[in-house]
């Protein structure tokens, strides 16, 4: 039905959806695809959530492909999404709009050693305005090294439910 409707909401500034368990037998592969193209071009959009929990991702379309919708929303201040591991890292940073202020992802998470080479990468596109970041399943010793190494203006940090505010001494 998002198709149906592309040109319905022209001034819509959020949108959410948050997928925590599909029954067994939901099956729409054009889901999030579709809600792609619903959204691509829209001017307007302020924050743009798209939460995908579980195994059942690939039932309702949600692959890497999913990000490709985020350098046409040009006014984009807030990204909540999940992290796909079939998406490249480096490729993940620079499909994010230069405007986000504020960035929330859901990893899935490589193991602790290649955590940092993940974060490394990544950080190689992010926009340099970003105040906010937020992980879950993020190893907490590294909050440090993600602050002073890979996100340098970053203001507050939330990590899993723990929220720290950023204080610079130099």
Avoid at 34 to 54: M, N, P, Q, T
Avoid at 76 to 89: A, G
Avoid at 93 to 112: F, Q
Wanted: proline fraction near 6%; hydrophobic fraction near 45%; include cysteine.
């Amino acid at each position: 039905t998002f198709r149906l409707y592309r040109s319905s909401l022209p001034f819509l500034t959020h949108f959410a959806l948050k997928v925590i368990s599909l029954h067994r037998y939901v099956t729409d592969r054009d889901l999030v695809p579709a809600i792609s193209e619903f959204l691509r071009d829209r001017k307007h959009i302020h924050s743009f959530h798209l939460i995908v929990r579980g195994a059942d991702h690939r039932r309702i379309g949600f692959d890497a492909s999913a990000w490709g919708v985020l350098p046409s929303l040009s006014n984009l201040r807030s990204l909540v999404t999940t992290y796909r591991t079939d998406l490249s890292p480096s490729l993940a940073g620079w499909l994010i709009p230069r405007s986000l202020r504020a960035l929330t992802m859901e990893a899935v998470v490589p193991p602790a050693e290649d955590v940092l080479l993940f974060i490394n990468q990544f950080r190689l596109g992010i926009p340099p305005f970003l105040a906010f970041v937020g992980m879950t399943n993020y190893p907490i010793r590294f909050v440090i090294n993600l602050i002073e190494h890979d996100f340098p203006d970053v203001r507050v940090v939330c990590i899993d439910d723990s929220v720290w505010s950023v204080i610079r001494l130099d």
